[in-house]
């Protein structure tokens, strides 16, 4: 599905949006990289330096995991919802039939990305900007989620698939002290990635005409 075919001036714009439109929900992943860690590393620090944010706040954090350490946050997902299991708040044949299979899914997968948002460091902002201080913490969150959008791009243009979760708060204890991760970084979201080993879902759209509008051309 996309746009009517045009051309564009710069060859890179028609790679960009072929990229994005190739980007897709994986969830059969395996341990094994099409790149190198210092690759992966890269895209990760470029999406971290280069995202733009609100007035330049800068405010996301993120976490690299690979390998071992990519599993040990999906043990800490195992655990905490075992924890929900033995509490009763969880029925035990959901976690054993839905829930696990899931979550060892996402831990057979080659590495996660930690998304945080730093609220805390706003403070001196929103005292200097008063009147926008309500919105420095939307306004940090999308710039989040750009930077996870860029993430799960680059990757799945090198060859990756990957999937989004949020487990947060479930798991955000365990993850700043199995990562000695300052107090105030705030986990939003977890990109799994690993070498596809199964097709995407079937995906539909609803009518570009009922989400789109173009006025002056
Ligand atoms: C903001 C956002 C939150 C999402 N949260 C989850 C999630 O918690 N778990 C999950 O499996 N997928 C999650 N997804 C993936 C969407 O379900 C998926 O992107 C959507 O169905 C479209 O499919 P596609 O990614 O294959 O294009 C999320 C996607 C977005 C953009």
Redesign the pocket.
């Known amino acids: 599905m996309g746009s009517t075919a045009v051309e564009f001036k710069n060859p890179a714009t028609s790679t960009l949006l072929e990229v994005v439109k190739a980007?897709?929900?994986y969830y059969g992943l395996k341990a094994e990289s099409p790149i190198s860690d210092d690759a992966i590393e890269s895209i990760v620090q470029d999406s971290v330096l280069h995202v733009p944010s609100s007035f330049n706040t800068q405010t996301s954090r993120v976490v690299l995991l690979l390998k071992e350490e990519h599993q040990k946050v999906w043990d800490i997902a195992i655990g905490a919802m075992e924890g929900l299991v033995a509490a009763g708040a969880v029925p035990k044949e959901m976690f054993e039939n839905h829930t696990k299979p899931k979550l060892e899914a996402f831990r057979a997968a080659y590495g996660t990305v930690l998304f945080f948002v730093d609220y805390e460091s706003l403070a001196p902002i929103k005292e200097k900007f008063a009147i926008y201080a309500d919105k420095f913490d939307p306004f940090a969150l999308e710039s989040n989620?750009m930077s996870q959008y860029l993430v799960w791009l680059a990757l799945e243009a090198e060859g990756f698939g990957a999937?989004?979760?949020?487990y947060s708060p479930l798991i955000d204890d365990q993850v700043t002290k199995t990562w000695n991760l300052p107090a105030s970084w705030k986990l939003d979201a977890q990109l799994v990635f690993g070498v596809p080993t199964s097709g995407?879902g079937e995906?539909t759209f609803a009518p570009i005409e009922d989400r789109f509008k173009v006025f002056g051309k």
């Not at 999937?163 to 949020?166: F, S, V």
């Open positions: 980007r897709r929900t989620a999937n989004l979760q949020h995407a995906k």
